[in-house]
């Protein structure tokens, strides 16, 4: 009786099929306008992160007492606030507080996430229940209200908000990475992986993990334009950010007591959030829509 | 739905409350300093402060501590007092409840006329013009945060305009049209951005219905495009728009957390946040508790309402 062990060279894996597929997807990223409209707003976002402070014309912290709440104008393009602080500079600056609190933030919660769902996935039974009820708890409370129970534990301030907004998306980023993980477990390609005595943490970052990655990297886009709404959301509740820094969520609060005299303050920090979650967004559904093969792309 | 399933459900349901009840006891032993310290002020003495904390209990074990707090919740309705006002919270949340939900539930109401005319309008003619400019608007909406939407509308009504006020609110008892003007723009800041995330839904339900077999059937056998709409495809989509609802009710009460502390509006959010910012941790962890139950309940009558309305849905 002969008995014939499977090759890995007989079940190929997707992500293994050399590198047409990756020229492929940047051929079909680079024609899918949502996409591409997403990555210019995100590029353009991290430019002036990295090189705002260059461009800015004021000092973000500068009071200027003889022009307290300019209304727009050539020499202060979005208006100046109750302290004559040029509010365009100061939204320049806080690019870089946003995107910092969202890229960490979503760094610590996908990296904990996929972890914990790729455990969960992958293992499975008790593990994986103890895990996802975890999981079912934490995601049981509103996301806001589950952040302001974190700053209330840890405090005020910047850093403890990043803790915050990562614990806030742990859950999702566990569920997405479980389901993907789940349908590729039972492939041919993990099973021969398994047969050769592999180790399951060797194929779960080898076989697993690459394979499922589409579901990640989108909710990754998608979880960096919540991160940023979240930290302006704590940051105008007085629990982010604090002052002096230039945040655009703590802008907006600040705004908010001088909307009859200065409209304007209520109106830029705000627009630049909005910009910013939509580039997130739209380069996340575009994600979803070139690596998704269910839906159909038009 | 069988019986078995519905147990299931159930036995989850107890378990995440149970960890959900946890988690809110928690925050007292891990937030820095003692809730005697919070209640008798930064002037009192180590002394003064170590009696109260032995009136208070806190010197017991945790697992005491907790048993005692949820046993007081669950048997007697009982969260306590707050450190701040020392009054009853139960009380505070009885009164402020009735607040949330008739924010949340106006908001619901504008968020579905906004979603249901749009989204279906756009289903019907995927890629022409009223389907773009709807996801155009719904991508906004998206992206849009709550606390901004909140101060546009403040500068163009209140400010502006000078129709509503720009924050507070008046019991319905008052008479229903006070009620309704202070009601009105929080609950439109909430109900755009959720009309905009449901029209997305609501559109992709009815794409799905509109590519079935029967409702080429009913075309080709001559139904008229009208009948078509409502025998066959709304009647079809309407599972997962009741689906939508529920999901977009937890999604809402989120919401609304952001938007009564921008309006000032006297419900649970704004409650949770003026209680983290007085450290007076006892109504947190209330406020915390009421809305996670509140949550997980509907999220749990979501999936029970879809089991039931669709039969092709069988959970063993």
Same mark, same amino acid.
């Given at each position: 009786?002969?008995?014939?062990?499977?090759?890995?060279?007989?079940?190929?894996?997707?992500?293994?099929?050399?590198?047409?597929?990756?020229?492929?997807?940047?051929?079909?990223?680079?024609?899918?306008?949502?996409?591409?409209?997403?990555?210019?707003?995100?590029?353009?976002?991290?430019?002036?992160?990295?090189?705002?402070?260059?461009?800015?014309?004021?000092?973000?912290?500068?009071?200027?007492?003889?022009?307290?709440?300019?209304?727009?104008?050539?020499?202060?393009?979005?208006?100046?606030?109750?302290?004559?602080?040029?509010?365009?500079?100061?939204?320049?600056?806080?690019?870089?507080?946003?995107?910092?609190?969202?890229?960490?933030?979503?760094?610590?919660?996908?990296?904990?996430?996929?972890?914990?769902?790729?455990?969960?996935?992958?293992?499975?039974?008790?593990?994986?229940?103890?895990?996802?009820?975890?999981?079912?708890?934490?995601?049981?409370?509103?996301?806001?209200?589950?952040?302001?129970?974190?700053?209330?534990?840890?405090?005020?301030?910047?850093?403890?908000?990043?803790?915050?907004?990562?614990?806030?998306?742990?859950?999702?980023?566990?569920?997405?990475?479980?389901?993907?993980?789940?349908?590729?477990?039972?492939?041919?390609?993990?099973?021969?992986?398994?047969?050769?005595?592999?180790?399951?943490?060797?194929?779960?970052?080898?076989?697993?993990?690459?394979?499922?990655?589409?579901?990640?990297?989108?909710?990754?886009?998608?979880?960096?334009?919540?991160?940023?709404?979240?930290?302006?959301?704590?940051?105008?509740?007085?629990?982010?950010?604090?002052?002096?820094?230039?945040?655009?969520?703590?802008?907006?609060?600040?705004?908010?007591?001088?909307?009859?005299?200065?409209?304007?303050?209520?109106?830029?920090?705000?627009?630049?959030?909005?910009?910013?979650?939509?580039?997130?967004?739209?380069?996340?559904?575009?994600?979803?829509?070139?690596?998704?093969?269910?839906?159909?792309?038009? | 739905?069988?019986?078995?399933?519905?147990?299931?459900?159930?036995?989850?349901?107890?378990?995440?409350?149970?960890?959900?009840?946890?988690?809110?006891?928690?925050?007292?032993?891990?937030?820095?300093?003692?809730?005697?310290?919070?209640?008798?002020?930064?002037?009192?003495?180590?002394?003064?402060?170590?009696?109260?904390?032995?009136?208070?209990?806190?010197?017991?074990?945790?697992?005491?501590?907790?048993?005692?707090?949820?046993?007081?919740?669950?048997?007697?309705?009982?969260?306590?007092?707050?450190?701040?006002?020392?009054?009853?919270?139960?009380?505070?949340?009885?009164?402020?409840?009735?607040?949330?939900?008739?924010?949340?539930?106006?908001?619901?109401?504008?968020?579905?006329?906004?979603?249901?005319?749009?989204?279906?309008?756009?289903?019907?003619?995927?890629?022409?013009?009223?389907? !773009? =400019?709807?996801? /155009? @608007?719904?991508? +906004?909406?998206?992206?849009? #945060?709550?606390?901004?939407?909140?101060? $546009?509308?403040?500068?163009?009504?209140?400010?502006?305009?000078?129709?509503?006020?720009?924050?507070?609110?008046?019991?319905?008892?008052?008479?229903?049209?006070?009620?309704?003007?202070?009601?009105?723009?929080?609950?439109?800041?909430?109900?755009?951005?959720?009309?905009?995330?449901?029209?997305?839904?609501?559109?992709?339900?009815?794409?799905?219905?509109?590519?079935?077999?029967?409702?080429?059937?009913?075309?080709?056998?001559?139904?008229?495009?009208?009948?078509?709409?409502?025998?066959?495809?709304?009647?079809?989509?309407?599972?997962?728009?009741?689906?939508?609802?529920?999901?977009?009710?937890?999604?809402? !009460? =989120?919401?609304? /957390? @952001?938007?009564? +502390?921008?309006?000032?509006? #006297?419900?649970?959010?704004?409650?949770? $946040?003026?209680?983290?910012?007085?450290?007076?941790?006892?109504?947190?962890?209330?406020?915390?508790?009421?809305?996670?139950?509140?949550?997980?309940?509907?999220?749990?009558?979501?999936?029970?309402?879809?089991?039931?309305?669709?039969?092709?849905?069988?959970?063993?």
């Amino acid at each position: 009786m002969s008995v014939t062990t499977p090759s890995m060279r007989d079940v190929q894996e997707p992500a293994d099929r050399g590198r047409r597929p990756v020229v492929d997807f940047a051929r079909r990223f680079v024609r899918h306008r949502l996409a591409m409209v997403g990555t210019t707003i995100v590029l353009l976002l991290v430019f002036v992160a990295a090189f705002g402070r260059m461009v800015a014309p004021y000092d973000p912290l500068a009071m200027d007492f003889t022009a307290l709440f300019a209304p727009p104008s050539w020499a202060h393009p979005f208006g100046t606030d109750e302290f004559g602080r040029d509010i365009f500079a100061r939204v320049l600056y806080g690019a870089r507080i946003s995107l910092q609190v969202a890229f960490i933030a979503v760094g610590i919660s996908g990296t904990a996430g996929v972890l914990l769902g790729l455990v969960a996935g992958f293992l499975g039974g008790w593990i994986d229940e103890l895990v996802m009820r975890f999981m079912d708890v934490l995601f049981a409370f509103p996301a806001v209200l589950l952040a302001i129970t974190v700053m209330a534990i840890l405090g005020r301030g910047v850093g403890n908000a990043m803790v915050a907004i990562a614990i806030v998306y742990i859950p999702i980023f566990a569920r997405v990475t479980r389901g993907a993980v789940l349908s590729v477990r039972g492939r041919e390609y993990v099973t021969a992986a398994r047969a050769l005595g592999k180790s399951p943490f060797g194929i779960m970052l080898r076989h697993v993990l690459p394979n499922a990655i589409g579901p990640i990297i989108v909710q990754t886009s998608l979880s960096l334009a919540f991160a940023i709404l979240a930290e302006a959301a704590l940051s105008y509740f007085g629990l982010g950010t604090q002052p002096p820094d230039p945040s655009w969520g703590r802008m907006l609060s600040e705004g908010r007591g001088f909307l009859q005299q200065a409209p304007w303050m209520g109106i830029f920090p705000g627009l630049a959030i909005m910009v910013s979650v939509m580039g997130f967004n739209f380069l996340g559904d575009g994600l979803r829509d070139l690596l998704d093969p269910r839906t159909n792309r038009n | 739905m069988s019986l078995r399933y519905l147990l299931q459900r159930l036995s989850t349901l107890l378990l995440v409350l149970f960890g959900v009840s946890v988690v809110a006891f928690s925050i007292q032993p891990l937030v820095p300093g003692s809730p005697a310290r919070v209640r008798l002020g930064v002037q009192a003495t180590e002394e003064n402060v170590r009696i109260l904390e032995e009136q208070m209990g806190l010197n017991r074990p945790l697992p005491v501590q907790y048993a005692d707090w949820v046993g007081g919740i669950v048997l007697r309705g009982d969260f306590g007092d707050s450190l701040i006002t020392r009054t009853s919270i139960t009380d505070e949340i009885v009164r402020r409840l009735p607040a949330t939900l008739a924010l949340a539930g106006v908001a619901l109401l504008i968020g579905l006329l906004i979603a249901l005319p749009l989204g279906i309008t756009s289903a019907l003619k995927p890629g022409g013009k009223r389907d !773009l =400019s709807a996801s /155009v @608007v719904s991508q +906004i909406g998206v992206s849009i #945060p709550d606390f901004w939407m909140g101060i $546009l509308l403040i500068l163009l009504f209140a400010e502006t305009l000078g129709w509503l006020p720009s924050s507070g609110y008046e019991p319905i008892s008052e008479g229903f049209f006070a009620w309704g003007r202070h009601v009105l723009l929080p609950a439109l800041t909430a109900g755009l951005i959720s009309g905009s995330i449901m029209t997305r839904f609501v559109r992709s339900a009815l794409l799905e219905v509109l590519g079935m077999d029967y409702v080429r059937t009913a075309r080709a056998k001559g139904v008229g495009p009208r009948k078509v709409l409502t025998k066959h495809v709304l009647r079809n989509a309407a599972i997962s728009i009741v689906t939508i609802i529920g999901l977009q009710m937890a999604t809402l !009460l =989120s919401s609304v /957390v @952001v938007v009564e +502390i921008i309006f000032a509006w #006297p419900g649970l959010g704004s409650l949770a $946040l003026t209680s983290t910012l007085q450290r007076d941790y006892p109504v947190l962890q209330a406020a915390l508790l009421m809305a996670a139950v509140a949550f997980t309940v509907i999220n749990l009558l979501t999936d029970l309402s879809y089991v039931l309305l669709d039969p092709s849905i069988e959970y063993a």
